[in-house]
């Protein structure tokens, strides 16, 4: 959360006309996670553990140009986010896999009985 000295220097630059876009950097990549995906303009979708305006930082989802200067709208995650979106996917993938599984059975099941 941000404290309230930062809150309140953002909502006076934000009356002036501020956008992060404009500011030179407000952000601090701190660790490099993963590189989702990237496009033929060399823009990159990364997963990264970002400080943005000094504050601690949280794992970040978002486009980056290859110069690292622009970024478009991203998602944020706290510490405790990620963690409930990893049990989340977690208990997603035993799901999937056990379906999976039954499927490969019948499908094996249903060969050899074609083949007998």
Known sequence: MMNKE????????VKRGYTPQKQKSNWEIV??????EENENGWKKELNLVS???EEPKYDIRWWSSDRKKCMKGVTF??????KLYTFIGSRNK????????????????????HC
């Open 95 to 114: 799901i999937l896999s056990m379906e999976l599984s039954k499927e490969t059975s019948l499908f094996l099941k249903n060969e050899e009985e074609v």
């Open 78 to 83: 706290s510490k405790e986010d990620m963690l």
């Open 6 to 13: 930062t809150e309140q220097t953002l909502i006076r630059e």
């Open 52 to 54: 943005w305006y000094g």
């Open 31 to 36: 660790d490099e996670l993963v590189l989702l």
